[in-house]
């Protein structure tokens, strides 16, 4: 049902927690099944430079934002507004249909990070 890349994201979450010091702090929710997602970033130069997640919800929904967390890391803002759900269902390798929700959370917490960071500038 879910590939091994995903499972491991799920039983060993990269970047799970929070960063006292953020320069910026979102949050993202699907209303449909409830999932919560929360990344917390420090910003530099125009670079995630550290970057912390947490996920309320199932199993797909930690996975990517585990793997998400680890895409970002040292990316340009510029590079990260092209990130798609697709990419991230790539990068679990795979998603069940049902839960291609889970990517979307993922990249709408994301796109949320941007704008918060582009708008405080």
């Known amino acids: 049902m ?12 990269r970047n799970a ?5 953020a320069t910026v702090v979102v949050e993202a929710s699907n209303p449909v099944c409830g999932d919560l ?10 670079k995630i430079q550290e970057v912390k997640f947490k996920a309320a919800g199932c199993v ?24 798609t759900p697709d990419e991230v269902i790539n990068g679990v390798d795979g998603l069940p249909p049902a839960s291609n929700h889970a990517a979307a959370l ?5 796109k949320r990070l941007l704008e918060h960071v582009r708008n405080s500038v």
């Open 60 to 83: 797909p929904s930690v996975a990517c934002g585990s793997w998400l967390t680890e895409a970002i890391l040292s990316k340009s803002l510029d590079e990260l507004s092209a990130l």
């Open 17 to 21: 927690g929070e960063i006292a010091n």
């Open 2 to 13: 879910y590939s091994e890349t995903l499972l491991d994201h799920f039983h060993r979450p």
């Open 106 to 110: 993922a990249v709408d917490t994301l």
């Open 37 to 46: 997602m929360k990344l917390w970033a420090v910003v530099r130069g125009g």
